[in-house]
Structure formats: structure tokens, C-alpha cells
């Protein structure tokens, strides 16, 4: 079956660090890979994507990887800011179904 | 735009009562998807509706756990006799394609739900 299993938080940054979050799957298949970000009191919000094998997703300064020799989607961002708080969840998908990561909390301090 | 609105957001309920939980869809989207998060768990698929329609029920407990999606009003997740190990956030998604549409998939805030 599919999972995922991502770096376990809470994580506290202060402003500008370098920010990575591991996320590696176990899955049938080819799924598609995405990193989902909930900001206090709010949905979940789809913040990047990747489709293949060396796809790499980017927005809003976060980038991940799929890598299907390690199974991982890693995010990363250089350079955090306090608006970057959040729980960022790891998620793959087959068909209609996504299967998520427990979540890792992000503390960024100015 | 009004996105996808979940309540109540929290619900506390004695052992073998029952919870009603519902979720508004975007406007236009006729695709809803309920998730539950179990403590310290990842969100885990329960339930893909389409309007009248159960698509797909795999992810869902085969007792106590039902879900529907009437012509008019909101898709509703009920749990009868809860238990305290039913004490999760459900997160209810939807989205206006079917099929292949995770990226689609618009979520709500989330009813966190506590079992005394």
C-alpha cells in the first residue's frame, strides 16, 4: 500500500535560516508527489507539486524532487520568514486518493 | 469565493452519541472527500462522493461510519455510537473534475472531533 513518512517536528527556525523537511513514500505504481502547507485556523492549501521521476516542484520560494531512487520529495526553502509558520504535510497520490504524512510543525522567529 | 466551510470546527461528544459532521463544497464543485487524521497520524482517505453518488467507500470503517451527499445542502459524514478512539480531525476536500483530480482538491479547516 502507499505512505509516507516525513521528518518529525516540531522545527523552530529563526528568520532567514535554510529550512529543509524530509519526506520519504513507500507506493505502488507512479504516483504523483505534493507538499501541502495549513496555516492557523485554515484548509489545507496545496503549495507545490511534481508529476514524474526528476520532476521538480517550486512556489513561493519552496522546491522539492522527486527522487524515485530514494523515494523522497524533500522540501526546501533558503530563506524563511515568520509568514512561512505553518504544518507542512508530505502527500502522494493515486487517482483521487492522497495519502498524507503526519505533518511537521514549522516555527520561524524574527 | 467562499472556499470550502466545515462545521462545527470543533465537536465534543459522549460515548455512544452520535456526530454529524458537514462540509460545503466549493461553488461548482460536485466532487467531495473526506479525510481523517487520526493523533499523530497523516490524513488517511475515507470517502470520495459525487452528488447522490458514493464513489468510492474503501477508506471507511464498515461500522458506525456513514456518508451521503444530497442534490441540496452540504455532504454530511455521520458517526453513530462514537467511541473515543473516533476522537480525530476530519477533513472534508472537494473539487469540480473527477478522477484523476488530487491536485484539485480544495480543503477545508477541518471538524476536530473529541470522545469524552
Known amino acids: 500500500g502507499n505512505s509516507v513518512t516525513q521528518m518529525e517536528g516540531p522545527v523552530t527556525l529563526s528568520e532567514e535560516a535554510f529550512l529543509t523537511i524530509n519526506c520519504t513514500y513507500t507506493?505502488?505504481?507512479?504516483?504523483?508527489l505534493f507538499w501541502y502547507v495549513q496555516y492557523p485556523g485554515e484548509g489545507l492549501q496545496l503549495l507545490l507539486k511534481?508529476?514524474?521521476?526528476?520532476d521538480k516542484g517550486s512556489n513561493k520560494g519552496f522546491e522539492a524532487t522527486y527522487r524515485k531512487e530514494t523515494t523522497s520529495f524533500h522540501l526546501e526553502k533558503g530563506s524563511v520568514q515568520v509568514s512561512d509558520s505553518a504544518v507542512y504535510f508530505c502527500?502522494?497520490?493515486?487517482?483521487?486518493?492522497?495519502?498524507f504524512g503526519a505533518g511537521t510543525t514549522v516555527t520561524v522567529r524574527a | 469565493n467562499a472556499g470550502v466551510m466545515q462545521n462545527p470546527r470543533h465537536l465534543v461528544r459522549r460515548r455512544g452519541q452520535e456526530a454529524r459532521l458537514r462540509c460545503s463544497p466549493m461553488?461548482?464543485?460536485?466532487?467531495v472527500y473526506w479525510y481523517r487524521q487520526l493523533p499523530e497520524e497523516g490524513l488517511k482517505f475515507m470517502v470520495y462522493?459525487?452528488?447522490?453518488?458514493?464513489?468510492?467507500e474503501s477508506g471507511m470503517p464498515k461500522e458506525r461510519f456513514s456518508a451521503e451527499f444530497p442534490k441540496e445542502g452540504p455532504s454530511i459524514l455521520r458517526i453513530q455510537q462514537v467511541v473515543r478512539g473516533d476522537s480525530a480531525a476530519y477533513f472534508c476536500?472537494?473539487?469540480?473534475?473527477?478522477?484523476?483530480?488530487?491536485?484539485?482538491?480544495?480543503f477545508g479547516p477541518g471538524t476536530r472531533l473529541l470522545v469524552l
Open positions: 476536500a472537494s473539487s469540480n473534475s473527477p478522477g484523476l483530480s488530487q491536485e484539485t482538491q480544495y
Open positions: 507506493a505502488t505504481g507512479y504516483p504523483s
Open positions: 511534481a508529476t514524474k521521476a526528476d
Open positions: 502527500a502522494l497520490g493515486n487517482d483521487y486518493k492522497l495519502s
Open positions: 461553488k461548482g464543485h460536485s466532487h
Open positions: 462522493l459525487q452528488k447522490e453518488n458514493i464513489i468510492d
